[in-house]
């Protein structure tokens, strides 16, 4: 028997600038995306309206609502940034009933809603309805009165409210700059966003044992952080967001990639450009027409990057993409300087097709000093930038003087 649902978000409108309209169809957009990314096959779901979806899941007696947890948390940060204001806070509500039951919890007004998270019997007859807590449990709401017979107890009582349980750690947000060597300024950054309770710290610059296990969420995680990001920074340089070549481009993923990209307001793209990682040495022409097809109406620049130095830029259109990024290897320094060398030695061929060559994952002053001579124009990596909570974008910044450490380093560094 499959297991129905109907998740209510919870949240006000009010302390936003936008109207009511606005505000719902972003609401509507992403609980889409995320349950497209976190509600995965065979699983279900449909919205109902802006603010109410029905789930399913054919092959479990009850959900399971460890992913859940989540959205309430992300949706708060998307819509009202990060805040200490409780009044502000979303809340994920599930009634569980029958059809018609969850249909008519689904049309409750806002009045209604709140009168039924105290006393449920506000709620249709023929359910059962619970909060879903951060960390993806149910919370019972306050039962309704003489709702536990069983007990064999006639006083009424009234359930305390439950003890708040520790939030999920908040997502780790920041961005590594992207360094114009011959004008030596940051042109650009890009984003990431970790789990706070992971072990490694997610990024597309730091090598291969800093990309996440799970692309999709990452680079859903990495959406909602630009959100963000270009509201409290009104510079023009890009921002790059990481996209999953292999994810992207897998049919049963495209759906849910266009309903995350779907959130970010065309009016930014100029500002937005996407960072495509774990390309091939040689994307066929049908995979980088899949990808235009998702990406352009989003992102004004797209950059490939790929581990192979032997990339096939001569099999590439002019102009098909703006930059190709070599993702140096974790390897010995010698082995390193080695890929690096064999991609420098194709620069001629990416001048022909009007496409600009950068390198990542740059550790040592010897990788870098090597580009700087090659004058490959973009550099990224440890020994260029480390985590930052702002945008390094449109910042002068002396080579002699690199890295720019994160934050913690540099008190680190100045108390030393």
């Known amino acids: 028997m499959s297991a129905l649902a109907c998740l209510r978000v919870v949240v006000r409108s009010e302390q936003t600038h936008l109207s009511e309209t606005m505000f719902s169809a972003l609401v509507a957009k992403f609980t889409n995306a995320f349950l497209e990314v976190r509600w995965s096959w065979p699983r279900k779901f449909s919205a109902l309206n802006p ?21 309430s948390a992300e949706l708060h940060a998307h819509l009202f940034g990060v805040t200490e204001d409780e009044s502000a806070k979303v809340t994920v509500l599930l009634f569980e009933g029958d059809d018609a039951a969850m249909a008519k919890f689904a049309e409750l007004d806002d009045t209604e809603i709140a009168r039924a998270m ?7 007859a023929g359910g059962r309805l619970s909060r879903i807590a951060i960390d993806g449990t149910r919370l019972p709401v306050p039962s309704p009165v003489g709702a536990n017979p069983d007990e064999g107890d006639d006083e009424i009582r009234i359930p305390k409210r439950p003890a708040p349980i520790r939030d999920r750690e908040p997502n780790v947000e920041g961005l590594q700059g992207i360094y114009y060597a011959a004008r030596q300024i940051f042109v650009g950054d890009v984003i990431s966003s970790t789990p706070g309770d992971s072990r490694t710290r997610y990024s597309l ?41 292999s994810t992207l481009l897998r049919p049963s993923r495209r ?8 959130i970010l307001p065309h009016s930014e793209r100029r500002r937005l450009s996407a960072a495509v990682y774990d390309v091939p040495r040689a994307p066929s ?33 002019p102009e098909a993409v703006t930059s190709v990024t070599l993702v140096l290897p974790q ?10 060398r064999r991609f420098i030695s194709k620069i001629d061929a990416y001048k022909r097709r009007r496409v600009w060559p950068a390198v990542t994952n740059v550790r040592h002053p010897r990788e870098l000093d090597l580009a700087l001579e090659a004058r490959l124009p973009f550099v990224t990596g440890p020994a260029i930038c480390r985590l930052q909570p702002r945008p390094m974008g449109g910042r ?15 008190l680190h560094r100045a108390s030393a």
């Open 255 to 262: 759906a849910a990639y266009a309903e995350i990209l779907a």
């Open 331 to 340: 390897a010995e320094p010698e082995r390193r300087l080695i890929v690096l």
């Open 396 to 410: 002068s910044w002396p080579v002699d003087q690199l890295p720019v450490l994160s934050p913690a380093e540099t």
């Open 51 to 71: 603010y109410a979806f029905l789930l399913s899941d054919p092959k479990a007696s009850e959900l399971d609502t460890a992913e859940l947890g989540r959205l």
């Open 118 to 124: 105290v006393d449920p019997a506000a709620a249709p």
């Open 285 to 317: 022409f049908q995979a980088l027409k899949q990808l235009h097809e998702a990406l352009d109406e989003h992102f004004s620049a797209i950059d490939l990057r790929t581990r192979d130095p032997a990339f096939e830029i001569e099999q590439l259109n």
């Open 205 to 245: 610059v730091d090598g291969e044992e800093h990309l996440p296990p799970d692309a999709a969420a990452f680079d859903a995680d990495c959406v909602i952080a630009a959100m963000a990001f270009l509201a409290e920074s009104q510079s023009d340089t890009p921002l790059y967001l990481p996209v999953s070549f």
